[in-house]
């Protein structure tokens, strides 16, 4: 729906930036805060976060917002109509989201490290359950559809130090139990120690999430990327219906 009326409403000069009213028919597109400048150029939309970082710590609590009713609320308070999402921000973008919302990286993953057959140290990233609840993964990773568990794993570690004085944890033990209910008796009938309940990619989850009915996907781009042997849609966007709709 167009936003102002107007297609060219973009075009026009208008008075100094606290003086301006928006219409009614206007609303706020979500994304991160880096493609802020690029909404407005190429889709005459407003975001709710641009590189100036205005409204970054709201787009980041959005988006790793743990339920649904947390990210409608952030949703409503900035006007929110569509939510653009792209493969950089559920991978490699994703650490930063933790940190503008004041939070840290490593209650969503970590690097943990196996010894392999002939001794050697290997890195492997385990994701936390706190990451599939994230809504940005639950919107791009499984369209906002419930998911039920196949596996949840149990992992146990020892905190290590290198001998140049580098921290690094290493994988003692690795349990596959058919559903987090399992893991997490598992885990409560062991003496205390350093266990996780992981997932070992970002497109299989540990932990069931329940449907997210307040986002309808809308369109997904031609141009594709390969992760975790998927081929996906580089973007994808969503309607929010809001928070009373369905």
């Not at 130090?161 to 885990?187: C, H």
Request: net charge negative; glycine share 6%; aromatic share 18%.
């Amino acid at each position: 729906a167009e936003p102002f009326g107007d297609p060219d409403f973009y075009y026009e000069l208008y008075p100094p930036w606290g003086s301006f009213k928006y219409p009614e028919t206007a609303y706020g597109v979500m994304s991160w805060w880096d493609y802020g400048y690029w909404i407005m150029e190429i889709s005459h939309r407003i975001p709710n976060s641009n590189p100036s970082q205005a409204r970054a710590v709201e787009a980041a609590r959005f988006f790793i917002a743990q339920n649904e009713s947390s990210a409608n609320e952030l949703a409503d308070k900035l006007g929110s109509k569509y939510v653009i999402i792209d493969h950089a921000m559920v991978t490699g973008k994703f650490y930063a989201m933790p940190e503008w919302a004041g939070s840290s990286k490593e209650d969503f993953y970590e690097i943990y490290y196996q010894r392999t057959q002939d001794g050697k140290l290997e890195p492997i990233a385990l994701f936390y359950p706190a990451y599939y609840n994230s809504t940005v993964v639950r919107l791009y990773n499984f369209d906002g559809k419930a998911q039920t568990p196949t596996e949840s794993i149990v992992i146990s570690y020892e905190d290590k130090v290198t001998w140049t004085g580098l921290s690094y944890k290493e994988i003692t033990s690795w349990k596959s139990f058919p559903a987090y209910e399992d893991a997490q008796a598992y885990i409560l009938s062991q003496e205390p120690g350093n266990y996780k309940i992981v997932g070992t990619t970002p497109f299989i989850t540990p932990v069931a999430l329940e449907e997210l009915k307040s986002y309808k996907l809308v369109h997904e781009s031609d141009a594709k990327v390969t992760m975790a042997d998927k081929s996906l849609p580089s973007v994808k966007i969503f309607e929010y219906l809001g928070s009373g709709e369905s």
